[in-house]
C-alpha cells in the first residue's frame, strides 16, 4: 500500500510539473503530441486495410475501394512511412515539454532543499543530494517521453487491435489475445517488483560510492595529513564493486524476466497464426484476410513485447525518481504563518524572553534566557564552548523554531513576520565564512545580488580589503576556491564583512568572527567590527573576552543559562563567573 501510494504520488507530482508549472506555449506542445499520438495511432491501423486490398485485388477478390493497384501501392506505402514519420515527429514535439518539466521538477527539488531546515542539512549526505539530481536529469524525461511516445499509443494500439479482429472476425483471436494479455501483463507486473529491488539496492549502492567519494575529495587535506589515500582508493573501490554488482545483477533479472515475456508471446502468436491459417485453408476466409489478420496480430505482438519492456523501465524510473519523492517528504519546519506581515525595523531593538531550545530531546541547549540589546547598542555573549552562544545567532535569523517563549525585533514577533524580511534586515558574519567557488566579487555581491557599482566599492573600502584586492593577480575577478581556499582567515572574514556590509543591515550579528585568527589579524578585524559596528545594534558573540571588553553589556552564558550580565568592569569587580573566564585566558594568551 505504501508502495502504491508513493507511486501514486509520484504520478501526481510528474504531472504537477509537466502541466501546471508550465506556461501557454508548453500545454501547447503538450496538447499537440497528444494529438499526433492519436492520429498516429489511427495511420498504423490503417496500413494492414491497404494490404489486404492490394493482396484481395492480385487474388481476383473484391476490393473495398475501386482503385488500381498503382494507387493501392502508393497509398499503403504513404500510410507506412507517414506512420513512421510521425512517430519520429512525436518523439520531438513530446522533447521540449518533458525538458522543461525536468527543469521544474530540479528548480522544485533545490526550493525545497533550500526551505528545509539547517536540521535536516547537519543530517543529509551530500553524495545522496547529487544521486536525486542526478536522477531527475535521467529518469524523468524518460519515464515522460517512454509513456508518452511509447505506452500510451501501444495500449491503444493493443485495445484498437482487439476492437477490430473481434468486430470482423472471430472473437477466438480477441479472447487469445486478451489471455495472453493478461498472462502477460500479470509477468511483467509481479517480476517488475524483483526489478524495483534490485533498483533499490542499486540506488543505494550508488548514494553510498557517490557519497564517499564526494566526502572523500572535500577532506582532501585530511587525507593528505594522515597518509590514507590507499584507505581512500580501497574503500572507493569496494564501494564502486557492490554498485557494478549491483548494475550486473539488475541486467540478468531483466534479462530473465524478457525471455518468459518473449516466451507468452511466441505461443500466442503460433496459435493465431494456426487459427487463421486453418480458417484460410477451408476457405472460411481468403488470403487477403489472412493478411489482414496476421497484420494486426502483428501489430499487437510488436507493441506488446516492447510494451513489457517499456513497462519495466517505467518502474526503473518510477523507482529512481522515488529519491526525489523521499526528499520532498521532509516536512519544511520553518515556514511563514499565512498572511505574516514583512518585518519593519525602526530602532532595531532585540528582546529574548523566556527563552527555551533544544536540537532534540535528548538535551536543552538554552533554558528560560531573557535579554534584550538596545537601540544602536553593542551587546556581546561569552561563555565556554557549548554554552549555548552561537545557537542565540541561529534563532534570531529563525533557523530553528523556539521550544518555548518569544524572540521580538522592535517588539515585532519574528516568528508571525516573513522569514525574507527578517533575514533581510540582518547581517552576519559567521565564525566559518564559507565562500562560493566564484569570483571575488560575486561572493561580496551575495550580500546584495541588484547592487550597485558604487555599492560594492564601498562595502569594500568599509571592509578594508581593498588593499587585498590590489595585491590580487584578477583584483574582483579572482577566483576565491572551494569554500574560500584561496584566501588567507583573515581575507576571508574582511570578503564576509564586506558581504554583509553591503546589504546595510540594520542589525548586525558577529558569531565568533575572529576565533580562528591570530592575535595580529584578530585585532585588525576587531578594529573593524568596532567601527563599522558602531551606533547600530549590535550581537557579538565572543570566545576570547579581550575582543569584547568595550560592549556596553556582556552576558555570560553556562549550561544554556545566563548567569552573569553587565559591563566589562562591572563583571570583573563581581569576581564571579567572567572574572574567572578572563582570568585564565590571561594566564593563556601570558605565556604565549
Known amino acids: 500500500m505504501t508502495n502504491t501510494n508513493g507511486n501514486l504520488k509520484l504520478s501526481k507530482y510528474i504531472w504537477y510539473c509537466l502541466w501546471t508549472q508550465s506556461n501557454l506555449i508548453t500545454r501547447l506542445e503538450l496538447t499537440l503530441s497528444i494529438i499526433v499520438i492519436l492520429f498516429t495511432v489511427g495511420i498504423k491501423l490503417s496500413v494492414p486495410f491497404f494490404l489486404k486490398q492490394i493482396v484481395a485485388l492480385l487474388s481476383d477478390n473484391t476490393t473495398l475501394w475501386q482503385l488500381s493497384m498503382f494507387w493501392l501501392v502508393i497509398c499503403y506505402v504513404s500510410m507506412w512511412c507517414i506512420s513512421q514519420n510521425m512517430q519520429a515527429i512525436r518523439d520531438i514535439i513530446i522533447r521540449r515539454p518533458s525538458s522543461k518539466a525536468c527543469d521544474a521538477c530540479t528548480i522544485n527539488l533545490i526550493t525545497h532543499l533550500h526551505n528545509l531546515s539547517i536540521r535536516y542539512h547537519m543530517d543529509r549526505k551530500t553524495g545522496e543530494i547529487l544521486s536525486a539530481f542526478k536522477e531527475i536529469r535521467y529518469a524523468y524525461p524518460l519515464l515522460v517521453e517512454t509513456f508518452m511516445s511509447d505506452v500510451a499509443p501501444l495500449m491503444i494500439e493493443a485495445i484498437c487491435t ?23 501483463n500479470l509477468l511483467t507486473y509481479h517480476t517488475s517488483k524483483n526489478i524495483t529491488v534490485c533498483r533499490e539496492t542499486q540506488n543505494k549502492c550508488n548514494a553510498a560510492s557517490s557519497t564517499f ?13 594522515f597518509n590514507a589515500q590507499n584507505y581512500e582508493a580501497r574503500e572507493a573501490l569496494r564501494l564502486l564493486q557492490d554498485k557494478e554488482d549491483a548494475d550486473v545483477n539488475i541486467l540478468k533479472t531483466d534479462a530473465k524476466i ?4 518473449n516466451l507468452i508471446v511466441g505461443c500466442a502468436l503460433t496459435f493465431m497464426t ?16 489472412f493478411i489482414f489478420i496476421y497484420g494486426y496480430i502483428f501489430i499487437f505482438m510488436q507493441p506488446l513485447s516492447k510494451l513489457g519492456y517499456q513497462i519495466r523501465q517505467s518502474r526503473d524510473y ?58 544602536g547598542k553593542t551587546v556581546a555573549i561569552v561563555g565556554a564552548t557549548g554554552s549555548g552562544k552561537s545557537t542565540i545567532s541561529r534563532l534570531l535569523f529563525r ?5 518555548q517563549g518569544t524572540i521580538t525585533i522592535d517588539g515585532q514577533n519574528i516568528a508571525e513576520v516573513t522569514k525574507g524580511s527578517l533575514r533581510e534586515s540582518i547581517g552576519i558574519v559567521p565564525q566559518d565564512c564559507l565562500l562560493f567557488n566564484d569570483t571575488l566579487g560575486a561572493n561580496i555581491r551575495y550580500g546584495k545580488l541588484d547592487c550597485t557599482t558604487g555599492e560594492l566599492l ?8 581593498d588593499a587585498v584586492i590590489s595585491k590580487l593577480p584578477d583584483k574582483l575577478d579572482t577566483i576565491v576556491g572551494e569554500r574560500g581556499l584561496r584566501l588567507s582567515g583573515g581575507e576571508k572574514q574582511r ?15 558577529f558569531d565568533e568572527a575572529t576565533s580562528s585568527l591570530d592575535a595580529h589579524v584578530e585585532r585588525q578585524i576587531q578594529n573593524n567590527i568596532r567601527r563599522i559596528s558602531k551606533d547600530v545594534t549590535t550581537l557579538i558573540i565572543a570566545h576570547r573576552l579581550s575582543t569584547i571588553t568595550y560592549a556596553d553589556s556582556i552576558l555570560v552564558m553556562d549550561h544554556g543559562e545566563i548567569k552573569e550580565r553587565g559591563t566589562h568592569a562591572e563583571l570583573l569587580a563581581k569576581n564571579g563567573l567572567y572574572a574567572e573566564l578572563w582570568k585564565r585566558q590571561f594566564e593563556g594568551e601570558d605565556e604565549n
Open 162 to 184: 482487439v476492437a477490430i479482429l473481434s468486430y470482423f472476425y472471430s472473437v477466438s483471436f480477441a479472447i487469445t489475445l486478451l489471455v495472453m494479455f493478461i498472462l502477460y
Open 213 to 225: 567519494i564526494v566526502d572523500s575529495l572535500l577532506n582532501a587535506e585530511t587525507v593528505k595529513l
Open 258 to 261: 524478457h525471455l518468459l515475456q
Open 274 to 289: 494456426v487459427l487463421a491459417g486453418t480458417q484460410a485453408w477451408h476457405d472460411q476466409i481468403n488470403v487477403s484476410d
Open 318 to 375: 518510477i523507482t529512481r525518481l522515488n529519491l526525489i519523492i523521499n526528499v520532498l517528504n521532509q516536512p519544511i519546519e520553518i515556514t511563514d504563518k499565512v498572511n505574516a506581515a514583512d518585518l519593519h525595523i525602526n530602532k532595531g531593538t532585540i528582546r529574548f524572553e523566556n527563552v527555551s531550545f533544544s536540537y532534540n530531546s535528548d538535551r536543552e541547549i538554552l533554558h528560560n534566557i531573557s535579554f534584550e540589546v538596545p537601540n
Open 399 to 403: 533557523l530553528y523554531n523556539l521550544n
Open 458 to 465: 564601498q562595502a569594500i573600502n568599509d571592509a578594508e580589503i
Open 495 to 509: 570578503v564576509a564583512m564586506a558581504r554583509m556590509l553591503i546589504k546595510k543591515p540594520k542589525i548586525m550579528v
